[in-house]
């Protein structure tokens, strides 16, 4: 099975950039996509980005909160997924997840349920 391990995130003021990575071992045999979910404490997790490949076509999606600010991209030499998030906002807090699986279409990539592997997280503090 896949391992995914986050890193990049940490303590950064609002209006910052901050990356973060997620990079996969284990083989991706059968999954085609990779998405970022946010978790804050009392709330269930929350889409944030996802891609999705077929070869060297790949396609992105956001969430409506990210779009604009965030961006995806993805080394498929390292097997590797960067989310690049500029402006950030408080309520851009939370343990950021990543994930790898095989969503049925592009109406399953925000639901967790569609992915396989998840990875531990790693906490992003935007502070004001």
């Known amino acids: 099975q896949v391992q995914l391990v986050e890193s990049g995130g940490g303590l950064v003021l609002v209006g910052d950039s901050l990356g973060l990575s997620c990079a996969a071992s284990g083989g991706m045999h059968g999954l085609w996509a990779m998405g970022w979910f946010r978790q804050t404490p009392g709330k269930e997790r929350e889409f944030v980005a996802a891609i999705a490949w077929s070869g060297t076509f790949h396609s992105t999606t956001y969430t409506d909160s990210v779009r604009g600010r965030f961006s995806l991209s993805r080394d498929s030499a390292k097997n590797t997924v960067y989310l690049q998030m500029n402006s950030l906002k408080p309520e851009d807090t939370a343990v950021y997840f990543c994930?790898?699986?095989?969503?049925?279409?592009?109406?399953?990539?925000?639901?967790?349920?569609?992915?396989?592997?998840w990875g531990r997280g790693t906490q992003v503090t935007v502070s004001s």
């Open positions: 994930a790898a699986g095989a969503p049925h279409d592009s109406s399953s990539f925000s639901n967790p349920l569609a992915y396989s592997s």
